[in-house]
């Protein structure tokens, strides 16, 4: 961690929320060579207000067919491991969860409210989230490819958590850092947190001053050249 500007993930959480956004934490990772570090475009968050950021608890799921009852013991749970995953859940995490189909919900209202009681900074979905106005009421950051209400139970089960998961190329492994906004969410490595946001914090107050030059009266073309923001 950086002993100049965070001690902690609170304080870092809380410089984030405050004074970055997906777009500014994207652009550095472009410059460092990490150059596949969005999720794909179809996970949004359900309002445009909701900002999330956090460590990623990672679940893997998987699409079932008929009855399991005499194979796999994890298959014959309603949900797999489902319930013991998002029990596990801590402070500042996302529950990011991938692995099945995009043809039903993997995220509703009771699991948010569980979420929130753990202190949990949000959740993210590879597929679809329902009970939308539950989960607007509660105001927790939720990003899926929108709201459909047809239940996982008998068509997906958790096989695993705490494990790395891949969405569209874009490796996640457990505790990374989960960025999301309006535009859409980004994966920071943890091997590269404390440089990524370092820079980020750099490039939004510096942003803030191109911005204002610009308001004055300055060219885009004079403010890059002696900026270098852009």
């Known amino acids: 961690m950086s002993k100049e500007l965070w001690e902690n993930d609170d304080e870092l959480f809380s410089i984030v929320r405050r004074e970055l956004y997906t777009a500014v934490v994207g652009d550095i990772m472009d410059k460092l060579g ?3 570090q969005f ?9 445009q207000d909701m900002f999330l950021v956090g460590r990623a608890m990672t679940v893997l799921e998987a699409d079932v067919f008929g009855d399991h009852a005499n194979q796999n013991p994890i298959l014959k749970k309603p949900f797999g491991l489902m319930l013991e995953a998002l029990d596990d859940l801590k402070k500042n995490e996302v529950y990011i969860c991938a692995g099945a189909s995009p043809t039903y919900a993997l995220w509703g209202e009771l699991m948010s409210t569980r979420a929130i009681k753990l202190g949990a900074a949000g959740a993210v979905v590879d597929g679809y989230s329902r009970d939308t106005n539950g989960i607007l009421a509660l105001n927790f950051p939720t990003f899926s490819y929108g709201c459909y209400a047809q239940d996982q139970a008998p068509r997906g ?8 998961l891949e969405i569209r190329g874009v490796k996640i492994n457990p505790g990374d850092i989960v960025l999301g906004d309006i535009d859409g969410v980004c994966i920071v490595p943890q091997a590269i947190e404390e440089q990524v946001f370092k820079l980020a914090i750099e490039k939004a107050r510096g942003e803030k001053m191109v911005q204002k030059k610009i308001e004055e009266g300055m060219s885009v073309k004079e403010a890059f050249e002696k900026y270098g923001i852009m």
Do not use: E
Not at 39 to 47: A, E, M, N, R, W
Not at 157 to 164: A, E, H, N
């Open 157 to 164: 089960k958790v096989i695993d958590f705490r494990v790395p």
């Open 34 to 36: 990490w150059l596949n």
């Open 39 to 47: 999720l794909p475009p179809q996970i949004k968050s359900l309002s």
